[in-house]
């Protein structure tokens, strides 16, 4: 029993270590797209990661703790790795979902736990909406349709400047950018 708590505080170190590895590497990193390919990317890396540091003897080992442990599965389409404890369908929950929602949609990330298990939040219809934006090409959802889900998402990017692309313009032309229609 001793072995399989050290093994899961490993690996949840391991994917601490390669999430702030992940963020902090991702300065121009813009929109929820952005956000949620460099976590999965990194998510993606912590076999590798455990191998390379004597943790696990190869990464299909790795990968096969990382699912059981953490109750993740395999998300088709990509190399990503699902959080089903978190996942709602049609939405699909990722380390990279958590990075994309956590500085834009939430003041703080913990709550991200209690909107993605809640079937009808605010939460899981942002990320419906992100999604769908990504299956069109697009790093990011419309700014309007965002704010007619959560008002609080205006509010965060009002406090977080970095979202001001347009150095030397005011709130007031940032706000002006938004389609109102």
């Given amino acids: 029993m001793h072995k399989k708590n050290s093994i899961k505080q490993l690996l949840r ?3 601490l270590l390669l999430g702030i590895s992940a963020i902090t590497g991702s300065a121009l ?6 956000h949620r390919k460099i976590g999965d990317r990194a998510m993606s890396l912590i076999p590798r990661y455990l191998v390379e540091n004597g943790i696990f003897p190869d990464e299909a080992t790795a990968d096969s703790v990382l699912l059981r442990t953490l109750n993740m599965s395999h998300v088709r389409e990509s190399n990503a790795y699902a959080m089903n404890e978190l996942t709602q369908l049609p939405n699909i929950v990722t380390y990279g979902t958590l990075c994309g929602l956590a500085g834009d949609h939430v003041a703080n ?5 209690t909107g993605l298990q809640t079937h009808f939040s605010k939460t899981n219809r ?5 999604t769908r934006a990504m ?4 790093t990011g959802a419309n700014s309007k349709e965002l704010l007619d889900i959560n008002l609080a998402y205006g509010i965060l990017a ?3 400047l970095s979202h001001f692309y347009a150095y030397g313009n005011g709130l007031n032309e940032h706000l002006k950018i938004i389609d109102l229609a």
């Fill in 29 to 34: 990193a813009w929109d929820f797209a952005e």
């Fill in 109 to 113: 990330p913990m709550l991200l736990e």
């Fill in 13 to 15: 170190r391991g994917c």
């Fill in 126 to 130: 942002t990320l419906a909406l992100e």
């Fill in 158 to 160: 009002i406090k977080d």
């Fill in 135 to 138: 299956g069109e090409f697009l």
